[in-house]
């Protein structure tokens, strides 16, 4: 049996994964790339067409965020994107569908580089077989999906984040102890939420510190860790915004922090299903008796608790933060085998070992379909099928209205500002969300600003001057989804689905504990 000390001496190279074993894995990113480049140059996501703006008003505008652009995410996307647009546009590549294309791809690149490295991290703790069953279900998962084909951070945190746990568990030089914690880093400068998974982070260092008994490892990782947090967390603190991206964005209220804390406990006590979820996949990780691999499957398991906490604060993000459990369930599973493999020595299970294992994997795979197929189907296929194209858009009446009645200098307002980046305008420098009350009460509101919002009769009100004219219709049902979808329907479903998975999963307990105890009987 492999045990996780000889598995992290083994040297990272190219050769030693280009086997014929190994194809599975490199047909699985083929075929995730074809389907996620299949989406390039579709808006498949409400945040997206924000992201854009700020791109745009970054890289060809010298606007600086946090100090003229109100934002709560971390700033590290934003100088990334911005900095590669601007690259294009050094080499003349300024037009604004090849522009969106290059941000969409680095989601993809991410999401297909996330898909290998599930399968290293398995592979590494188990075999192969475990490394392309928790690679294939990552895949499938709904926000691995969604995130890919979206101009968002999240894969690109995702990935971020997984490179840093395989270093960690072939860590064995200083070069890699520092690749670490600074791959680690530039997740949380990425996205906010990775924060959640420091107390892990800061254990696996100290008892790499304690195995290794040489400090210098210890101090290489935390430097790493340290230096992104010194390079892109100087803005945040500057401009005096690091609560604002730690907190305001999601806490909402004015209720004291004591009140808010228990209410959080009733919170979590209510949502049984996602803690039943990430303790029934953390508890064999505790039993395995490796260190190592308790550290990382309880950093796996982390990530179940993050829509407990978050869509506590902030229910606008209760979908992507249910989809974002799905990432800990695709990344547990090679901890999750792992485990139960090395505790078969522990409970001398002999018979129905494999039996298990084999009911464990296809329960597991099921349950990943179940989870995704739903979701992907009818939401984000369908949302993306019927999204036009960057291409349709520019030919809109719409970005012809915009044209016609602003001058380059204007800031306008839309409510899906993909219009306002088309038609070469600005959005204001406070433009977070559609609250539009908040640019006439904020000291940052431009002096010459034309507001366009959708009417309810589709109609597009211009305002300042006052223009009244009719849009053409899309079937682009985003533009209610967060607040509608989400928040009802994206609800019932995802607890309809994690309802299956803790049945489920009780079942797979109780052929477990069947297992022990005819063992044990006999």
Same mark, same amino acid.
């Given at each position: 049996?492999?045990?996780? #000390?000889?598995?992290?001496?083994?040297?990272?190279?190219?050769?030693?994964?280009?086997?014929?074993?190994?194809?599975?894995?490199?047909?699985?990113?083929?075929?995730?790339?074809?389907?996620?480049?299949?989406?390039?140059?579709?808006?498949?996501?409400?945040? %997206?067409?924000?992201?854009?703006?700020?791109?745009?008003?970054?890289?060809?505008?010298?606007?600086?965020?946090?100090?003229?652009?109100?934002?709560?995410?971390?700033?590290?996307?934003?100088?990334?994107?911005?900095?590669?647009?601007?690259?294009?546009?050094?080499?003349?590549?300024?037009?604004?569908?090849?522009?969106?294309?290059?941000?969409?791809?680095?989601?993809?690149?991410?999401?297909?580089? %996330?898909?290998?490295?599930?399968?290293?991290?398995?592979?590494?703790? $188990?075999?192969?077989?475990?490394?392309?069953?928790?690679?294939?279900?990552?895949?499938?998962?709904?926000? %691995?999906?969604?995130?890919?084909?979206?101009?968002?951070?999240?894969?690109?945190?995702?990935? !971020?984040?997984?490179?840093?746990?395989? &270093?960690?568990?072939?860590?064995?030089?200083?070069? $890699?102890?520092?690749?670490?914690?600074? &791959?680690?880093?530039?997740?949380?400068?990425?996205?906010?939420?990775?924060?959640?998974?420091?107390?892990?982070?800061?254990?696996?260092?100290?008892?790499?510190?304690?195995?290794?008994?040489?400090?210098?490892?210890?101090?290489?990782?935390?430097?790493?860790?340290?230096?992104?947090?010194?390079?892109?967390? +100087?803005?945040?603190?500057?401009?005096?915004?690091?609560?604002?991206?730690?907190?305001?964005?999601?806490?909402?209220?004015?209720?004291?922090?004591? #009140?808010?804390?228990?209410?959080?406990? $009733?919170?979590?006590?209510?949502?049984?299903?996602?803690?039943?979820?990430?303790? !029934?996949?953390?508890?064999?990780?505790?039993?395995?008796?490796?260190?190592?691999?308790?550290?990382?499957?309880?950093?796996?398991?982390?990530?179940?608790? #993050?829509?407990?906490?978050?869509?506590?604060?902030?229910?606008?993000?209760?979908?992507?933060?249910?989809?974002?459990?799905?990432?800990?369930?695709?990344?547990?599973?090679?901890?999750?085998?792992?485990?139960?493999?090395?505790?078969?020595?522990?409970?001398?299970?002999?018979?129905?070992?494999?039996?298990?294992?084999?009911?464990?994997?296809?329960?597991?795979?099921? &349950?990943?379909?179940?989870?995704?197929?739903?979701?992907?189907?009818?939401?984000?296929?369908?949302?993306?099928?019927?999204?036009?194209?960057?291409?349709?858009?520019?030919?809109?009446?719409?970005?012809?209205?915009?044209?016609?009645?602003?001058?380059? #200098?204007?800031?306008?307002?839309?409510?899906?500002?993909?219009?306002?980046?088309?038609?070469?305008?600005?959005?204001?420098?406070?433009?977070?969300?559609?609250?539009?009350? $908040?640019?006439?009460?904020?000291?940052?509101?431009? +002096?010459?600003?034309?507001?366009?919002?959708?009417?309810?009769?589709?109609?597009?009100?211009?305002?300042?001057?006052?223009?009244?004219?009719?849009?053409?219709?899309?079937?682009?049902?985003?533009?209610?989804?967060?607040?509608?979808?989400?928040?009802?329907?994206?609800?019932?479903?995802?607890?309809?689905?994690?309802?299956?998975?803790?049945?489920?999963?009780?079942?797979?307990?109780?052929?477990?504990?069947?297992?022990?105890?005819?063992?044990?009987?006999?």
């Amino acid at each position: 049996m492999y045990k996780l #000390e000889h598995i992290t001496k083994h040297r990272l190279s190219f050769k030693s994964y280009f086997a014929l074993q190994d194809l599975p894995i490199f047909i699985l990113c083929a075929v995730a790339l074809w389907l996620y480049t299949s989406f390039l140059g579709v808006i498949s996501e409400y945040d %997206s067409t924000f992201y854009v703006m700020f791109f745009d008003l970054m890289a060809f505008h010298h606007a600086i965020p946090y100090k003229d652009l109100f934002t709560t995410q971390m700033p590290f996307y934003f100088y990334l994107v911005s900095s590669i647009w601007l690259l294009c546009a050094f080499f003349g590549l300024t037009d604004k569908f090849f522009l969106f294309v290059i941000a969409q791809f680095i989601s993809i690149t991410s999401n297909v580089i %996330s898909i290998f490295l599930v399968y290293l991290i398995g592979r590494r703790i $188990r075999n192969r077989l475990v490394g392309v069953v928790s690679a294939a279900i990552f895949a499938l998962s709904p926000l %691995s999906f969604h995130a890919a084909i979206s101009v968002v951070p999240l894969s690109l945190a995702i990935m !971020f984040t997984l490179a840093s746990i395989t &270093l960690f568990l072939t860590s064995g030089n200083s070069t $890699r102890y520092f690749l670490a914690g600074l &791959l680690f880093g530039i997740a949380c400068m990425t996205r906010a939420s990775m924060l959640l998974m420091l107390p892990i982070f800061v254990l696996i260092s100290i008892w790499l510190w304690y195995k290794s008994r040489k400090l210098e490892s210890l101090e290489l990782i935390m430097l790493g860790f340290a230096l992104p947090l010194l390079v892109f967390g +100087t803005d945040l603190i500057y401009y005096n915004a690091l609560k604002r991206v730690l907190f305001d964005h999601l806490v909402k209220g004015s209720q004291p922090y004591n #009140e808010k804390l228990i209410e959080l406990l $009733r919170y979590i006590l209510g949502r049984e299903t996602y803690i039943g979820v990430g303790l !029934f996949l953390g508890f064999p990780i505790i039993l395995s008796g490796n260190w190592e691999n308790r550290f990382i499957g309880l950093a796996g398991a982390s990530m179940f608790f #993050e829509p407990v906490l978050v869509g506590f604060f902030d229910e606008f993000y209760v979908t992507e933060m249910v989809c974002f459990a799905a990432m800990g369930f695709g990344t547990l599973i090679g901890f999750l085998v792992g485990s139960v493999s090395v505790s078969r020595s522990h409970f001398n299970l002999r018979i129905n070992s494999q039996l298990l294992k084999c009911w464990l994997l296809i329960g597991l795979v099921f &349950l990943s379909f179940a989870m995704s197929l739903g979701y992907i189907v009818n939401y984000s296929i369908n949302e993306v099928t019927n999204s036009p194209p960057i291409k349709e858009l520019e030919k809109s009446p719409v970005v012809g209205i915009i044209k016609a009645y602003t001058k380059p #200098e204007d800031y306008v307002i839309s409510d899906l500002p993909i219009f306002t980046y088309l038609a070469g305008r600005r959005c204001p420098p406070e433009i977070a969300d559609t609250d539009y009350t $908040r640019f006439f009460t904020n000291s940052l509101t431009p +002096t010459r600003l034309i507001l366009i919002c959708e009417n309810t009769l589709n109609g597009i009100i211009f305002i300042l001057p006052k223009i009244t004219c009719k849009s053409e219709t899309y079937t682009w049902n985003l533009r209610t989804v967060p607040q509608k979808y989400g928040l009802e329907k994206g609800i019932r479903d995802f607890q309809k689905n994690y309802a299956l998975i803790l049945s489920l999963s009780c079942f797979i307990g109780i052929l477990f504990l069947v297992g022990l105890t005819s063992n044990n009987c006999s």
